[in-house]
Nanobody
């Protein structure tokens, strides 16, 4: 069974940038839809970005569009999230999740992103 491990979180000042990575074990990553989800303190889950198998279809919510970029490298079994112009409201635990068509989702353990001066 595939496992997902996020990395790259940390403390950044408003207006700064971070790149998150989500490394997948096993050989099924290239057959998985992938998602980035976050949970801000005291709030519910926000599914804010999606990338399909092959990377040809990408979606963002309005809250991150124009500032965040999702990408995948199937050769490295890795999903990325490039975040720029970060705001205090981006402070959250960030999760990657993924699954094949018709399969359940596998989640990573999450990585904390804190945007603060």
């Amino acid at each position: 069974q595939v496992q997902l491990v996020e990395s790259g979180g940390g403390l950044v000042q408003p207006g700064g940038s971070l790149r998150l990575s989500c490394a997948a074990s096993g050989s099924t990553f290239r057959s998985m839809w992938m998602f980035w989800i976050r949970q801000a303190p005291g709030k519910g889950l926000e599914w804010f970005s999606t990338i399909n198998i092959g990377g040809g279809t990408i979606r963002y919510t309005d809250s991150v569009g124009g500032r965040f970029t999702i990408s995948r490298d199937d050769a490295k079994n890795t999903l990325y999230l490039q975040m720029s112009n970060l705001k205090s409201e981006d402070t959250a635990v960030y999760y990657c999740a993924g699954g094949g068509l018709g399969d359940g989702l596998t989640w990573g353990q999450g990585t904390q992103v804190t945007v603060s001066s």
